[in-house]
């Protein structure tokens, strides 16, 4: 069984950002990107999938300009066995990366699709929801613990839910996006550094995929959340109620 | 009278070193508070001068029959003591020439400074009075903050006149007791004197109150596209005033250098009150003494630093971190060669860990993941580079890193992929004095010595302390400066008479420094001799009593007790 991972180059998430002064984004020159810390967890799970025997090669997908590559190169030196980059402009919105990844699946045929539950640039959670829509494929979001069974070909996957863990079994083929508590991603070791130079990034266009990118999304408009202001210290219960009613209209 | 007369000149031909069997006293970190003037020696004394020793000094006034014979005895012992650059019997006794303080000076700080900037209270002076390793603890009674250099003007003034003797003090992180008073001395704590005067965004030259706390000015420059030419790990608390002052060194100090180079300017106070404004922000200044250096390093017995300009670098966007496991010492000085040769420009960071102090920091600290999970290593060693392209800089380290393991110089190694795992790796370096506390009582010490012999040292202290203690060693390996660290569950005299000096010795014998980085301080006034000439110390000296005709700044510190003549 192959697995294919999708993975996504954002802006490091140790980073503070700052918001463009034409307000049409966020500053992203001379910035450290890496690869999503979600996506990073779903490239581990592979791994350890793989490393237990349930599948024979972990495929990783990344879509972007050139600069995608390096995130790539990280996620061949955690262990992937090949990569393929298509080469995408940088803005690519859920529906089209859905899309995209749709077809790679058709191509490659793997048993498993994992990617990260969202991406933290635009936090959109959409993505594993919509290919698995497309695909007509059965998903486990939120996943916090993955088990196989090989035999029966489901997997059991823990979602964290807003009441609490949810206990879903999928047939395989299924999606999977991860969450945060449901590994811990593995350092690129220099061996597994070295070895990957020599693996193998095939480059495809969406052209040639066949699948049209429009843009059915547009930013309007990117501003920093306002200031918390400062607390007022009161100093009796009138105040209290007096500020209440005439300041924030709450009685 | 006559069989006294006999013994005493027995006593006097033998050789110091079988009266007293070890050479330092052991009991000297507990003597230097006891303010009598008794000696206890204990078991380690040679049994001839234990009755002269054990009897306060005024008794031997008794054997007056004796007087020119006792005198003659004193006199002799008292160049003992200086042959073996006071190590014996060398008890730290408060200076009598310093005046106690009284309800009317009390009054004249609240005049000057405000009821809210001056402290009695027993809390607020119990942290000021102790250092952060737990080892020193003064009395005093008072502690005062300043708001600006005027009020330390007033302050100096004052206490000048009045002969109180003062200690500055910032963050309180220094770790050789020069940050705490040693008996009632005034505290002065910088730490409201955190304002950020100017920053040039060009030049990259900051200029701030001594008060501002290195994290936050670092945070403070991030935003601005620069970055504090030094780090440490205490920079979440250390103020810039006191890492001036101790010529802190740090992390990236093979990449920036010294502070002697960083630092544009310096405006101090002197004892006498009168302030010194040195604060130019000018690279280029040659016009007469450069007096700031002066400051630089002095530990704030010459002045009190209450502002500084300071030259700050371009903060380069990439960062690489790489955290390797060597086999043997020699595989770390041969990389360390290599990395200059082949990395280059965009070094900024070579630190080196032995494995007890990996398992010191695994064991102790949480949350701390092990990056080389799969055996423990003899040594590991942390490279960073700065440089301004990523792509290019990953390669350069790549290929360095790959060609050392084929070469056989690193077993095993990880690279950062973002800046969450750096910090991971930073943090098990960054952690050891952190879990050392933990652990127990810990002996540190810092060394400069030569690349190659520097952990022969560890090796030695191993020998020397068997299953006693546990001998760590990891520093800056980037800059010759090696951090030797002794654990113990309980500080424990025996173990101390094994290690000093012992280990002051070997670092003389080796041209080394007995202090890199930390300073002298209260722990290591005594031991300068070991790397500076008598001469040197000697104009040393001039020049506090020049500049502190009174000795009030920070006494008893930097400076030994009794310099030799």
């Not at chain 2, 119990?126 to 080892?135: E, L």
């Not at chain 2, 102790?364 to 423990?376: A, D, Q, T, V, Y």
């Not at chain 2, 930073?426 to 127990?440: D, F, P, S, V, Y």
Request: aromatic share 6%; proline share 4%; net charge neutral.
């Amino acid at each position: 069984m192959k697995i294919m991972v999708a993975v996504k180059r954002v802006i490091d998430y140790a980073v503070k950002i700052r918001v463009k002064s034409d307000k049409t984004g966020v500053e992203t020159t001379n910035v450290k990107m890496s690869m999503n810390p979600f996506c990073e967890i779903a490239l581990e799970e592979a791994l350890r999938i793989k490393e237990s025997g349930f599948a024979s090669e972990v495929i990783v997908v990344s879509m972007g300009p050139a600069q995608s590559v390096d995130t790539l190169r990280t996620g061949l030196a955690m262990g992937a066995d090949r990569a393929i980059h298509v080469d995408a402009p940088a803005t690519l919105y859920p529906l089209s990366v859905a899309k995209i990844l749709k077809v790679l699946v058709d191509i490659e045929k793997p048993g498993l699709l994992i990617l990260g539950k969202q991406a933290i640039d635009d936090d959109c959670n959409q993505t594993g929801q919509m290919v698995a829509g497309l695909l007509k494929w059965p998903q486990g979001t939120f996943a916090s613990k993955v088990v196989l069974d090989k035999e029966k070909q489901v997997a059991t996957v823990d979602r964290e839910v807003d009441g609490g863990l949810e206990t879903l079994c999928l047939d395989l083929p299924a999606v999977i996006t991860t969450d945060l508590r449901l590994n811990q991603p593995r350092y690129a070791t220099l061996p597994n550094i070295m070895k990957a130079k020599s693996k193998p990034i095939k480059k495809v266009t969406p052209q040639e995929l066949n699948v049209e990118i429009n843009s059915d999304l547009e930013i309007v408009h990117v501003t920093e959340p306002p200031k918390r202001k400062a607390g007022v210290i009161l100093s009796s219960v009138d105040e209290l109620v007096d500020k209440l009613k005439n300041e924030a209209h709450v009685i | 009278m006559e069989k006294l007369f006999r013994s005493s000149q027995r006593l006097l031909n033998q050789s110091s070193s079988s009266i007293f069997p070890h050479r330092s006293n052991p009991n000297f970190e507990h003597l230097k508070h006891i303010s009598g003037s008794s000696y206890v020696y204990g078991d380690i004394c040679n049994a001839y001068i234990k009755p002269y020793f054990e009897c306060e000094t005024r008794n031997l006034q008794a054997y007056h029959p004796l007087k020119d014979y006792v005198g003659m005895f004193r006199a002799k012992t008292c160049r003992i003591q200086y042959k073996h650059f006071g190590s014996t019997a060398t008890t730290v006794q408060r200076d009598p020439s310093f005046s106690i303080l009284s309800s009317d000076d009390i009054d004249y700080f609240v005049e000057i400074l405000g009821e809210k900037n001056v402290f009695q209270d027993e809390d607020k002076l119990s942290t000021a009075n102790m250092d952060w390793m737990r080892k020193y603890k003064g009395s005093s009674k008072l502690l005062l903050q300043p708001r600006c250099t005027e009020e330390v003007s007033q302050i100096l003034k004052y206490c000048n006149s009045r002969r109180l003797a003062v200690v500055p003090q910032g963050g309180n992180t220094g770790l050789v007791g020069g940050s705490v008073p040693v008996f009632d001395e005034v505290i002065v704590n910088i730490g409201c004197m955190n304002n950020i005067i100017s920053f040039d965004k060009v030049s990259g030259i900051l200029v701030c109150e001594a008060g501002c706390i290195l994290e936050n000015l670092d945070s403070f420059l991030i935003n601005q596209g620069f970055l504090m030419p030094l780090d440490l790990g205490a920079k979440g608390s250390c103020q810039i005033g006191g890492n001036v002052s101790t010529n802190a060194g740090g992390l990236r100090f093979v990449r920036y250098g010294s502070l002697h180079g960083n630092v544009l300017g310096i405006e101090a106070v002197l004892a006498d009150g009168s302030v010194i404004d040195m604060l130019g922000t000018l690279r280029k200044d040659n016009t007469g003494y450069d007096l700031k250096h002066l400051f630089i390093g002095s530990e704030g017995s010459l002045g009190i630093v209450t502002k500084v300009s300071i030259l700050t670098p371009l903060k380069l966007s990439s960062i690489n971190l790489a955290f390797l496991a060597c086999n043997d010492y020699l595989s770390c000085q041969k990389l360390l060669l290599e990395a200059r040769r082949k990395l280059g420009e965009i070094l900024s960071a070579f630190e080196f860990l032995d494995h007890e102090s990996m398992g010191m920091v695994l064991t102790h600290l949480e949350g701390i993941r092990n990056p080389l999970p799969s055996s423990m290593y003899n040594f590991y060693v942390l490279i960073e580079t700065t440089g301004s392209d990523e792509s290019y800089d990953k390669e350069k380290l790549e290929a360095f890193l790959l060609r050392s393991m084929e070469g056989g110089l690193i077993s095993d190694g990880v690279v950062a992929q973002d800046i969450n795992q750096a910090s991971s790796f930073w943090r098990i370096r960054e952690g050891i004095t952190e879990a050392l506390m933990k652990a127990g009582a810990v002996y540190k010490y810092d060394l400069s010595l030569p690349v190659e012999k520097m952990y022969n040292l560890v090796e030695e202290m191993r020998l020397r302390l068997g299953l006693s203690a546990k001998v760590l060693g990891y520093g800056h390996l980037g800059d010759a400066n090696l951090h030797l660290n002794v654990s113990t569950l309980q500080y424990d005299d025996s173990i101390l008479a094994q290690i000093e000096p012992f280990v002051y010795e070997w670092t003389s014998k080796h041209r080394g420094s007995i202090s890199a980085e930390h300073g002298l301080g209260l722990m290591k006034a005594n031991e300068i001799y070991y790397t500076k000439s008598p001469e040197t110390v000697r104009l040393m000296v001039s020049i506090k009593k020049l500049l502190d005709p009174n000795g009030i700044l920070n006494p008893y510190k930097v400076l030994p007790h009794s310099p030799l003549p």
